[in-house]
């Protein structure tokens, strides 16, 4: 299936869209790599790609889900919190 998205920096350009601007306009690869050398350019992510070519709207900064959003312990064993809430438990 084609693309919806088209490359803003020729009218004609068959590049397929990975590039967005801080301005929101998007392009090809390569004129994404030459737009980046004038104004802030970055790759789009494929989740990205799929809601413009949705006709939804995206910000230009990442959004915050990219950052990583660990609550305290959650990596921890459970074997670990357990021992945790002991140590609390015996010098109590
Ligand atoms: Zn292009």
């Known amino acids: 299936m084609a693309?919806?998205?088209t490359c803003h920096m020729e009218k004609d350009c068959a590049g397929t869209v990975t590039y967005i601007d801080n301005k929101g306009y998007v392009y090809c690869t390569v004129h994404g790599c030459m737009?980046?050398?004038i104004r802030p350019c970055r790759?789009?992510?494929p989740a990205e790609l799929e809601r413009l070519e949705n006709g939804?709207?995206?910000?230009?900064t990442p959004k915050a889900v990219d950052e990583p959003s660990?609550?305290?312990f959650?990596?921890?064993p459970e074997s670990a919190k357990r021992n945790r809430?002991?140590?609390r438990?015996?010098?109590s």
């Open 43 to 45: 790759r789009l992510t």
């Open 70 to 72: 660990v609550a305290p």
């Open 35 to 37: 737009r980046r050398s």
């Open 56 to 60: 939804l709207t995206i910000s230009y």
């Open 85 to 87: 809430a002991l140590d």
């Open 74 to 76: 959650a990596d921890m």
């Open 89 to 91: 438990w015996r010098k």
């Open 3 to 5: 693309s919806t998205l």
